[in-house]
């Protein structure tokens, strides 16, 4: 049981260039996020996904663009980076029903924009 | 606008201390959450709760409905308790979260 699981753990991009942040869960989670950390701010959410097939945007989404593949997978993609995407990002999910309050986050991808 | 606050922002104690950190929101809540992140590391849940005290080990979360108030306690502490606290509520029809900034706690041999 991995939990939730992020790939890759680090990437420098330079401006411009493109890329996609992974990220699976096998809790059988509806619910999934997508959140950006950066010194001195709280994890602030860029968008979200409340079940298989549906995707919202949260506080941050300019720049970024998602795909909830299946009820496993929510992946995130950057089209064109910029040096204000420099950032550590952390994929979570949630499920239903009891506990669902409890979420389980990724170990984040450290994103160097240059 | 912060819906949570958390004090202090940097925190050093000396191996053994007893400590407090502290959390207020804004919203009206269907549970308040403890967090901690090591340094590189991941983000873990340690404590969701929505009424009194919960314990676990060394720590202990307690939160006050009435005063929008939350504490993390760490009792006896140690340098493998040095990390990021960051405390979080869940609010609203889609139990949205709102995240503190953090604490950073050191904790010297």
Redesign the interface.
């Known amino acids: 049981n991995a939990g939730v699981t992020q790939t890759p753990k680090f990437q420098v991009l330079k401006t411009g260039q493109s890329m996609t942040l992974q990220c699976a869960q096998d809790m059988n989670h509806n619910s999934m996020y997508w959140y950006r950390q950066d010194p001195g701010m709280g994890l602030r959410l860029i968008y979200y996904s409340a079940s298989e097939g549906t995707t919202d945007k949260g506080e941050v989404p300019n720049g970024y663009n998602v795909s909830r593949l299946n009820k496993r997978e929510f992946s995130l993609r950057l089209e064109s980076a910029a040096p204000s995407q420099t950032s550590v990002y952390f994929c979570a999910s949630r499920g239903l029903g009891t506990g669902s309050l409890v979420v389980h986050f990724g170990n984040g991808t450290r994103l160097t924009v240059t | 606008k912060?819906e949570?606050e958390q004090s202090p922002q940097n925190l050093t104690a000396q191996e053994g201390e007893f400590i407090t950190i502290n959390c207020s929101y804004s919203v009206g809540i269907?549970?308040l959450?403890w967090?901690q992140q090591h340094p590189g590391?991941?983000?873990?849940?340690l404590f969701?709760l929505s009424s009194g005290k919960k314990k676990h080990g060394r720590l202990i979360a307690t939160i006050n409905i009435q005063e929008k108030h939350s504490s993390l306690h760490i009792t006896a502490s140690h340098p493998r308790d040095s990390a990021v606290y960051?405390c979080?509520v869940?609010s609203g029809p889609?139990?949205?979260?709102?995240?503190?900034?953090?604490t950073s706690l050191t904790v010297i041999p």
């Open positions: 912060n949570v269907s549970a959450h967090l590391g991941g983000i873990v849940s969701m960051i979080a869940t889609g139990n949205q979260f709102y995240f503190g900034t953090g």
